[in-house]
């Protein structure tokens, strides 16, 4: 190969690198991935030249590469019951790439934030493929299902798909589709929330909130001996508004990030048992 070549080369080499590395060329990078993970002959001998060699060599390789062997081995939900492969793959590259934010791989840091946002999607994505699946895409029946309901609901007239409906009343209407209670729903609509504050660079913990909130909550009597607020009482105490965001901040803070993988998997098999 002439020197020029191998210049060209190298320089492809950087730039699918760099399109690998982006966050917003997961398809991509996905693609990728699977050419090399499902090339079995390639993968053996790798295995095969590592073992025979420095015991760190899989890790380096894998570092070098980006394969992620770790988030790839982990099990997926079963998207099986989608048959468009584009909707599926979507899914599960967000699922993906959200675990890589759990557990720092692939030049990322763990960052509840972003594992938030990739969560995000796959609730959107899911919770719209289920209402155009399970009423056949007529928005007329599904405004007639929402307000049925929730007859105080008012949703824009002119809505023309159910992508148009805003997040967390989907979410809502969830509940009354699979009979879950409002503490299921807590997972979605906090990974929303959290979505929506960081794309307005607003996403902090309010440590203040927290410790005022508990003062307040011991104070009149709203407060378990186990170190928890009492719920019977503690919207009466300080105002359901207040207790609404207190338990926001507490969530946020905590970095439940097995719950919401969780609350995942539960939407995929409410989802896929319903339609």
């Known amino acids: ?27 991509f990078a996905a693609g990728i991935r699977s050419i090399v993970l499902n090339d079995e002959d390639f993968l053996s001998e790798l295995r095969k030249e590592a073992a025979a060699g420095d015991p760190d060599a899989i890790r380096k390789i894998e570092a ?54 990739y969560a995000t999607l ?45 997040l967390k009343t989907k979410i809502f209407q969830l509940r009354n589709e699979f009979q879950w209670d409002r503490k299921a729903l807590n997972p979605y609509l906090y990974a929303v929330e959290v979505r929506n504050n960081q794309s307005h660079r607003s996403l902090v913990v309010n440590k203040d909130l927290i410790r005022e909130t508990e003062q307040k909550l011991k104070a009149g009597g709203a407060w378990t001996t186990y170190g ?31 719950e919401v993988t969780e609350a995942i998997k539960n939407l995929v098999d409410a989802i896929s048992s319903s339609i």
Request: with cysteine; hydrophobic share 35%; aromatic share 16%.
């Open 64 to 117: 070098y590469l980006s394969l992620d062997f770790q988030i790839d081995a982990k099990e997926l939900p079963d998207y099986g019951f989608i048959a468009d492969d584009a909707v599926r793959e979507r899914l599960q590259a967000d699922y993906r790439e959200m675990l890589r934010y759990e557990f720092g791989t692939r030049n990322h840091k763990i960052d509840f934030a972003e594992f938030c946002r």
């Open 122 to 166: 796959q609730i959107e994505m899911l919770t719209n493929f289920y209402f155009e699946k399970k009423y056949s895409g007529d928005i007329a029946t599904i405004i007639q299902v929402f307000t049925r309901f929730s007859p105080n609901l008012k949703l824009y007239s002119g809505l023309s798909n159910v992508s148009e409906i805003a």
């Open 228 to 258: 928890k607020p009492d719920y019977t009482k503690a919207a009466s105490v300080i105002g359901q508004d207040a207790f609404n965001e207190y338990n926001y901040q507490v969530w946020v803070d905590q970095q439940p990030f097995q």
């Open 1 to 27: 190969m002439g020197t020029d070549k191998k210049k060209q080369v190298n320089q492809l080499l950087v730039f699918v690198k760099h399109l690998y590395d982006h966050p917003d060329y997961n398809e």
